[in-house]
């Protein structure tokens, strides 16, 4: 149990343009879905928390008209990194916490690798 | 201070090493303590949950507690070489969770 997924695993996209990454709960329920990046040989870095059916909240330094976050249903929530440029280029890995579960455990993605040219 | 320390390593030990992982905190709220391995270009895996202060045992795996000294440890026995990976340690006070560092291990053959 508690499988998220990640769509696309990888993604090459020219500068400019815009890509959107999906997660997705797979057996259970996410009020909240979790959005992180994570450069080469360092950690998570939260960027955003995503709330079923209302706005992102998102950490400092973390521009939300670039990165938009749509948290439409309880097992999907989507990161649109909108004008990509290669400094975007970096690992984004979603994480979904069960709506019953008071533990706050976080289950994660596989992670999505996005690449701008 | 950051709220969760966690050496980053790289620590490297021979098959068949115990290991020892640990991290420090400083927020007494936290109750709940998990341990993550996340491998080379893959999302992070839960290993290990505990509530509150003790012991925890999964296989070859074991959590440790210690509120008191807000101290945390997962003890790796009779390590393999599959166990190399990044080791994170996270925990919540039930609002939001914090990620240390991460140690990177990586056991020889």
């Known amino acids: 149990g508690a499988v998220v997924s990640q769509h696309p695993s990888w993604v090459i996209c020219k500068s400019g343009t815009s890509v959107k990454i999906e997660c997705r709960s797979l057996d259970f329920q996410a009020t909240t879905m979790f959005w992180y990046r994570q450069f080469p040989k360092q950690s998570l870095m939260l960027m955003a928390t995503?709330?079923?059916?209302?706005?992102?909240?998102?950490e400092q330094g973390v521009e939300k008209d670039k990165f938009l976050i749509n948290h439409a249903s309880l097992t999907l929530s989507t990161l649109t990194v909108t004008s990509a440029h290669p400094e975007d280029s970096s690992f984004y890995i979603c994480s979904a916490r069960p709506g019953l579960d008071s533990t706050d455990t976080q289950y994660f993605g596989p992670g999505t690798r996005l690449t701008v040219l | 201070q950051k709220e969760v320390e966690q050496d980053p390593g790289p620590l490297s030990v021979p098959e068949g090493a115990i290991v020892s992982l640990n991290c420090t905190y400083s927020n007494s709220a936290f109750q709940y303590f998990m341990w993550y391995r996340q491998y080379s270009r893959k999302g992070p895996e839960l290993l290990m949950y505990t509530y509150s202060s003790g012991n925890k045992e999964d296989g070859r795996f074991t959590a440790q507690v210690d509120k008191s000294s807000k101290y945390i440890s997962l003890f790796i026995r009779d390590s393999q070489p599959s166990d190399s990976a990044t080791y994170l340690c996270a925990m919540s006070a039930g609002f939001g969770m914090r990620f240390g560092a991460g140690t990177r291990l990586t056991v020889k053959p």
């Open positions: 995503s709330n079923e059916g209302s706005k992102a909240t998102y």
